[in-house]
């Protein structure tokens, strides 16, 4: 099997890469930041990302629709797995044209390119479709509103087999601004914990958040769309996360507040029963999960 990976130097693209290939597929991943060293920012982790993935990154703008379509027909893929987008909801509501151009705009380069090759596409949407309501789509920012679309997108290809809604994922190669990383740099240094209030998150490790995209990938009878959220559903206090994090460090946690930004929801949590079809259920445990990110920070901060 063929696989192109869009955002392949990206935190779940490059565990996804690294998985397709220890499962024997071949492998071309695509990113606009592919030939970038660190981009200047000790904590982007980008070397360790092209590395640990394994695979031939091209460098690239999906946003290009004819050079997209070059790839995939040099490539042949059987199945695109389309995880390129702005990923930060703080970076999409400071450029919102650059979000829904990227996050929006590439997932229709992917498409058409898909359509020319005959590849199905496996498309990584975001909890943020949910906004505060879990039952419907009611997304709240910029960056939630630009998912929303690209699902609409995909629902009328007819090409896309899986749309997949991770919740707050962390794991090794998380990015600096995610809250696993922040949580442990605050504490490590000392100082308070800066959590939103009444912030309540659905954690997710990486590594399950990667199995259900490669089971997303496995060949389908059905053409339909099928949907489904990525977690654990539980909803998780982030002061209860962070003190997950300070046990794990074996530091002392302090805390301070701020307000929650309107265009972050205030609590999700998935709903497993979206996507029975996929067979998936979360298997790392939350102590465990915690752990091993905390096991992998403490020697790559030692490097930064």
Request: with cysteine.
């Amino acid at each position: 099997m063929r696989a192109l990976v869009t955002g392949s130097v990206g935190f779940i693209g490059c565990h996804l890469c690294s998985r397709l290939v220890g499962d024997g597929w071949e492998v071309l991943g695509v990113d606009i930041r592919a030939e970038a060293q660190n981009n200047g920012n000790p904590h982007s982790f980008l070397a360790e990302r092209k590395t640990f993935a394994g695979v031939r990154h091209l460098a690239g703008d999906v946003r290009d629709s004819g050079w997209v379509r070059e790839v995939a027909e040099g490539h042949q893929p059987d199945v695109i797995f389309h995880l390129a987008a702005i990923a930060s909801v703080h970076d999409a509501e400071r450029d919102a044209q650059l979000c829904y151009d990227t996050n929006i705009g590439g997932t229709e380069s992917v498409l058409r390119a898909a359509s020319h090759v005959g590849a199905r596409v496996v498309f990584a949407s975001s909890s943020a479709v949910y906004g505060n309501d879990i039952g419907n789509l009611c997304p709240l920012g910029v960056y939630g509103k630009s998912k929303f679309e690209a699902e609409q997108l995909c629902s009328k290809s007819g090409l896309t087999s899986w749309v997949l809604r991770p919740f707050t994922v962390f794991g090794k190669f998380g990015r600096e601004d995610m809250a696993a990383w922040r949580f442990a740099s605050q504490i490590q240094n000392g100082e308070a914990v800066t959590l939103r209030q009444g912030s309540v998150r659905d954690m997710v490790d990486v590594r399950d958040t990667v199995r259900a995209f490669m089971l997303a990938g496995a060949p389908m009878q059905s053409a339909d769309l099928n949907v489904a959220d990525i977690g654990t559903g539980v909803g998780t206090d982030m002061g209860d996360f962070a003190g997950m994090i300070a046990d794990a460090l074996r530091l002392p946690l302090r805390v301070t507040t701020e307000k929650l930004p309107a265009f972050e929801a205030v609590s999700t949590r998935a709903d497993l029963r979206r996507g029975k079809g996929l067979s998936w259920a979360p298997e790392i445990p939350a102590g465990k999960a915690v752990a091993d990110f905390v096991e992998w920070y403490k020697e790559a901060s030692l490097r930064r």
